[in-house]
């Protein structure tokens, strides 16, 4: 697939909260990525027309009720949105990619599988990943469907949870290097700050949104990153954007207005960026047992 343009699906906010996690995205695309890239920013809609429309007091199009982000499940929408053709990548807004795209874009990917992530037996993460959209066609609801039912993404992640080999485990799971990881700059392919409370954005879109009289999407604790050098590596190629012409006010668009979302004013972020108390041996020992005499696959996980 050299030579080949790059299909890139963003899912990001519909209110212009997130410019500048946009504009860094953007960025750090063209700057590694040789090839040809078209990028699709996914943002609920007004219009009628649009494959990401949606009316919240009528209850048309998208219901994103139950969804923890604004694009939530965007996501299944992508191979139908490609006519079920080729190849396309998706990754959440909040993403700094380090590597040639080309490289995840190319990435192997086993008979029946109908995405690749980073995972395998025991979880799935969607942030960034790439569909088989010829193979997804067999797996997937149509569009008008999943618009339809608030549940849908979390019954598809349900889904890849019983049937694990729709799954490609991407090779180098830092093709979605969760908020560093413990590694060294120089060992991640694509950082994804995924913890909302703490990403290096808010540094620049809170302000921006409070001098507009705007809130961000996101209601709960903000703090700082645990990793100084991933936040300086954030200012970095914020400031390399704009030195290269990319500037947040080319992303914004016309406000959607209010939709209803799942709130984050308990969100706890990950392991990562919060390390949480580890469970004994004990507990984990018998949560093993319990799972295995239910027939559970044991810890697996999804990105709600």
């Not at 212009?16 to 990028?39: A, F, G, R």
């Not at 027309?49 to 919240?56: A, G, L, Q, T």
């Not at 569909?131 to 066609?137: G, I, L, M, S």
């Not at 019954?155 to 590694?183: A, F, H, I």
Request: glycine fraction near 6%.
């Amino acid at each position: 697939m050299s030579g080949d343009t790059i299909k890139v699906f963003v899912g990001c906010d519909p209110n212009n909260c997130d410019l500048e996690q946009m504009m860094v995205l953007d960025y750090s695309i063209h700057k590694h990525t040789q090839q040809p890239v078209e990028i699709v920013w996914m943002q609920l809609s007004r219009d009628d027309n649009s494959v990401w429309f949606s009316d919240p007091q009528n209850q048309q199009g998208w219901r994103t009720e139950k969804w923890a982000t604004p694009f939530s499940g965007f996501r299944w929408a992508i191979p139908e949105y490609c006519g079920f053709e080729g190849r396309a990548i998706y990754m959440d807004a909040d993403v700094v990619v380090l590597c040639d795209l080309a490289e995840l874009w190319n990435h192997p990917m086993a008979a029946g599988a109908m995405v690749a992530g980073k995972g395998g037996q025991y979880n799935a993460r969607l942030c960034t990943c790439v569909w088989d959209n010829v193979e997804a066609k067999k797996h997937l609801p149509a569009l008008k469907d999943l618009q339809a039912d608030p549940e849908g993404h979390h019954k598809l992640m349900q889904k890849l949870k019983d049937q694990p080999s729709l799954v490609q485990p991407y090779q180098d799971t830092t093709y979605n290097c969760v908020d560093g990881e413990d590694l060294p700059i120089e060992k991640i392919k694509i950082l994804h700050y995924s913890d909302m409370g703490t990403q290096f954005s808010h540094e620049f879109s809170f302000p921006r949104l409070q001098a507009e009289g705007q809130k961000h999407w996101f209601d709960g604790a903000v703090m700082p990153h645990p990793r100084a050098d991933l936040s300086e590596l954030f200012r970095q190629y914020y400031h390399e954007a704009l030195a290269a012409g990319y500037v947040p006010e080319n992303y914004r668009h016309a406000a959607f207005g209010a939709f209803p979302k799942a709130t984050q004013v308990n969100y706890s972020g990950n392991d990562v960026t919060r390390h949480k108390e580890q469970k004994s041996a004990l507990s984990r020992t018998w949560k093993k047992i319990k799972n295995s005499l239910s027939g559970k696959k044991e810890g697996f996980s999804l990105d709600h």
